[in-house]
């Protein structure tokens, strides 16, 4: 089965600074999402991935797939206390696009 | 549009009581998944369906039965209840092909 695998585990980081956390994949990924979280709240959309070397962004926060499409990276510039929460990045696995799976989460705390 | 309803939203259980976990969504869309969520697990895919009548098991399916009957709703059943399903559970849809992931606000139980 597809595993995916998120570093750092958790950061903090000062307010303004860049970031960046990234999603391996034990398999060739056929989409990708990243969804954010606030602590005890429900998941927020942020984006979805599926080309080689597609890269999006919205607001401060782009993602991008590399080309070999196994991993993921989504970067934050000049980080604030309102992107903190719990980051996780999805994947389908293979072509029927059923199963979705997600990684253990990226914990991001920005300090003001 | 309601999109994805759970129900309850908070629940506690004894050792041993079933209950179900109820999901509906009204968005036509073909697939639903169930998932739990640990502190430091990330989201793990409990079951997942890709279309009426149709499941088939996620990453930790031990303890836990669905079933798909109509598009709409895809209950998940706790057979046996054990502190170990102490969790917060969420169940998500998407329309066929890779598509944006709708969330519900989650079930958080305690089994006590």
């Known amino acids: 089965s597809q595993e995916l695998e998120q570093s750092p585990q958790s950061l903090i980081v000062q307010e303004g600074k860049n970031l960046t956390i990234n999603c391996t994949s034990s398999k060739t990924l056929y989409g990708l999402y990243w969804y954010k979280q606030k602590y005890g709240e429900g998941l927020i959309f942020l984006m979805m991935l599926q080309k080689g070397g597609e890269e999006k962004s919205h607001e401060k926060i782009t993602a991008k797939l590399d080309e070999k499409k196994q991993q993921s990276s989504l970067h934050i510039t000049a980080s604030q206390p309102s992107h903190a929460g719990i980051y996780l990045c999805g994947a389908v696995g293979g072509t029927s696009y059923g199963k979705l799976t997600f990684g253990q989460g990226t914990i991001l705390t920005v300090h003001p | 549009n309601a999109g994805v309803t759970q129900t309850p939203k908070f629940q506690v259980l004894k050792t041993g009581q079933s209950m179900t976990l109820q999901c509906a969504q009204d968005?036509?869309?073909?697939?639903m998944s169930w998932y739990r969520q640990d502190p430091g697990m990330g989201l793990r895919l409990i079951h997942y369906?890709?279309?009426?009548?149709?499941?088939d098991q996620g990453e930790v399916p031990n303890g836990y039965n669905v079933s798909r009957s109509t598009t709409e709703d895809f209950p998940l059943r706790l057979l046996s209840a054990a502190p170990s399903q102490t969790s917060v559970y969420f169940c998500a849809s998407r329309g066929r092909g890779f598509t944006e992931a709708f969330f519900g606000q989650g079930t958080r139980l305690t089994v006590v």
């Open positions: 968005m036509n869309h073909e697939y």
């Open positions: 369906s890709v279309g009426a009548g149709i499941t």
